[in-house]
């Protein structure tokens, strides 16, 4: 099936009604059935936060990807009869990244739109993005990211087609000539390097405060922890990348001012030029004094979790700043752990126990509570106006002596 685009044409709208979709995953070497099954749980989260339903997944143990359909030709053929059999199914996203060859091939195969998982994942930050610098940087990590697909997936042009995968600040007007491309791009970097001055100015304005950031996976109630511990309104809901743009507040606990950031969430296979794009938003990360690394304790892989951001912290050079772990929805972990008999000594031996074991196996100070239910928000309060005390000491000792 040719590629449905409409050069240079502009849509006044996109389509939101609901997409069904089926999702397609690879057992490679050194992977195992458990690990690619909580990916595609993953990926078809991602897929409901872009508004698709998922009808169906299909997985094949492969050595190596194919290099024309990336599954075997007999697996792509079964996707194709499903696809074929069930009309309302309008895609089949990949949950991992395809050239543009692969997805032309299989696009003639199938009939459908096939998405991989970085084009979803660019799709929900292209309808996630507010601010001109989210936007900006959602564009240019699109427009880098089809750059080296042009050959594939350009090589029949009709019409513009809407929808999951294809919408944000690159849909009006798809080019085609590498050339105008790159000119695209060039124009967005420097559009990008204005507002990450002013962004950086900002920053400066800043200096003499000791600076908090809440990290960790997506989806994970960091916006609602913001909230809490500002009694502000950032946006917060149970959809991964809820929120894109650096959201920044001044707090004050015990007379002790200091500035707490929401930034935005991180997901294991993040595009490479999503990161690259994100630089100025992820800066804030880079230049806080004190790290909120919060956890959803009731994920079933919640320490993969933990190991994906403390290895993009790691890529970022920030592994070495004060980090407590906060271990968010313990009582969604109770729901789903604890016999109903449990006694309250019992539950408590059990997080007791609970919490020295993630201190010893991340090698970080630990706390356990719910932002659903405000449990132990007081003791996280009290908790971070001592780090953050023993950070203006050793930092900024000349604004400590004022208190």
Request: one cysteine or more; charged letters at 30%; aromatic letters at 6%.
């Amino acid at each position: 099936m040719a590629n449905e685009w409409n050069v240079g044409q502009k849509e006044s709208g996109l389509k939101e009604e609901t997409e069904y979709a089926v999702v397609v995953g690879v057992v490679q070497r050194g992977q195992t059935e458990e690990q690619v099954t909580e990916y595609l749980d993953e990926l078809e989260f991602l897929a409901e936060t872009a508004g698709a339903k998922t009808v169906k997944r299909f997985v094949q143990k492969l050595d190596h990807p194919d290099n024309r359909t990336f599954v075997g030709s007999g697996k792509a053929k079964e996707i194709a009869d499903y696809v074929d059999q069930h009309e309302d199914v309008s895609m089949v996203i990949f949950d991992d990244d395809l050239s543009g060859k692969q997805v032309n091939i299989l696009e003639e195969e199938m009939k459908v739109k096939i998405i991989d998982r970085s084009t979803l994942i660019l799709d929900i930050f292209a309808r996630r993005a507010q601010s001109a610098q989210a936007k900006t940087q959602v564009e240019l990590a699109q427009m880098q990211y089809l750059l080296p697909r042009l050959r594939g997936l350009w090589t029949h042009l009709e019409r513009q087609r809407g929808g999951i995968g294809m919408r944000g600040p690159g849909e009006t007007e798809i080019e085609t000539d590498r050339r105008i491309v790159r000119d695209k791009i060039s124009k967005l970097k420097k559009d990008l390097a204005k507002i990450d001055k002013q962004a950086e100015t900002r920053r400066k304005g800043r200096d003499a405060m000791v600076r908090v950031a809440l990290v960790g996976y997506t989806n994970v109630g960091k916006s609602t922890l913001m909230n809490l511990l500002t009694k502000s309104d950032v946006f917060a809901e149970n959809k991964l990348f809820a929120t894109l743009d650096t959201t920044v507040r001044k707090v004050a606990y015990e007379g002790i001012p200091f500035l707490l950031t929401d930034t935005v969430g991180f997901i294991r296979k993040l595009p490479h030029h999503l990161i690259e794009s994100f630089r100025s938003t992820l800066d804030e990360v880079k230049e806080s004094d004190i790290l909120l690394h919060v956890v959803d304790v009731a994920h079933p892989q919640y320490d993969d979790q933990i190991r994906t951001v403390q290895t993009l912290l790691k890529e970022m050079n920030c592994q070495d700043k004060p980090t407590l772990l906060v271990f968010n929805k313990i009582d969604l972990f109770r729901e789903r752990n604890y016999d109903m008999y449990l006694d309250q000594d019992g539950r408590e031996e059990v997080e007791t126990d609970l919490t020295k074991g993630l201190q010893a196996e991340f090698g970080q100070e630990a706390l356990l509570l719910s932002a659903e239910t405000k449990e132990n928000l007081d003791v996280l309060r009290q908790r971070l106006t001592e780090l953050v005390k023993e950070e203006y000491q050793q930092t900024y000792p000349y604004v400590a002596k004022q208190w």
